[in-house]
């Protein structure tokens, strides 16, 4: 059975590379370290950090230094977190855990991105009354496919051993963003439709015979016939 530790590349950097894989190899006794790649906004307790116990992590941050040349051109692309500064733990971690005899996986978040959906809100997905999901990026979406192939590539780079891939699918309406409210019951039925993602890339994707299934979403939603609602662009 194989065994792996998640972990975020704030610990490798608090901690310094030999506390950090002393403490996997001497007192976990596992076989590999599954490492934040890419991740979205969040408020951890980490009660081992020698420099703080409660942390925020920045909005859809990269813990890698991405390579330019394939980002060139790109709407989508990680930007590396500031915690990180001029480092690369990646590279660090790959390193040693090589040294070691460890396996390195990447714990990758994909379409749950708040950064790139608020920076880029027509890669969003758009409900029945065209609202953006800002705190996702849509998978239909030919450049959320694209962001998300380049980055697979990435982490080939370093070598890892696998991906743990987080977030590489549609999402439901709830659990997008902190504080959320409805201020009302809506009911499984009301959220779920909601939920569904209907942008215009799938217009182009599965063409006019969807247009009745959509009308009737958007008669079900909102009294009309879902082609009479103009998302945002």
């Not at 901690?15 to 007192?27: C, I, Q, V, Y």
Request: hydrophobic share 40%; net charge negative; with cysteine.
């Amino acid at each position: 059975m194989e065994s792996s530790v998640l972990a975020f590349a704030t610990d490798l950097i608090d901690e310094g590379a030999e506390t950090f894989f002393g403490n996997l190899n001497d007192r976990a006794g596992v076989g590999g370290v599954t490492l934040a790649s890419v991740y979205h906004q969040a408020r951890d307790v980490f009660p081992h950090n020698p420099r703080r116990v409660v942390r925020y992590l920045e909005p859809g941050a990269a813990y890698f230094r991405p390579d330019p040349a394939r980002w060139a051109g790109r709407r989508l692309a990680p930007l590396p977190a500031a915690a990180i500064g001029e480092r690369d733990p990646f590279a660090e971690a790959a390193a040693e855990a090589r040294r070691r005899g460890l396996k390195l996986h990447a714990w990758t978040v994909f379409c749950h991105n708040d950064r790139l959906g608020f920076s880029h809100p027509d890669t969003a997905p758009a409900n029945a009354f065209g609202d953006r999901h800002l705190t996702e990026l849509c998978p239909a979406n030919p450049e959320v496919r694209e962001y998300a192939t380049t980055l697979v590539g990435e982490f080939a780079r370093y070598g890892v051993d696998a991906i743990r891939a987080e977030s590489l699918h549609f999402h439901g309406l709830r659990h997008g963003y902190h504080h959320e409210r409805y201020f009302e019951e809506l009911g499984p039925v009301a959220e779920a439709l909601l939920g569904i993602c209907v942008p215009e890339v799938e217009f182009y994707n599965y063409g006019l015979m969807r247009l009745s299934s959509l009308d009737r979403i958007g008669q079900a939603l909102h009294g009309r016939p879902m082609t009479s609602v103009t998302p945002d662009r």
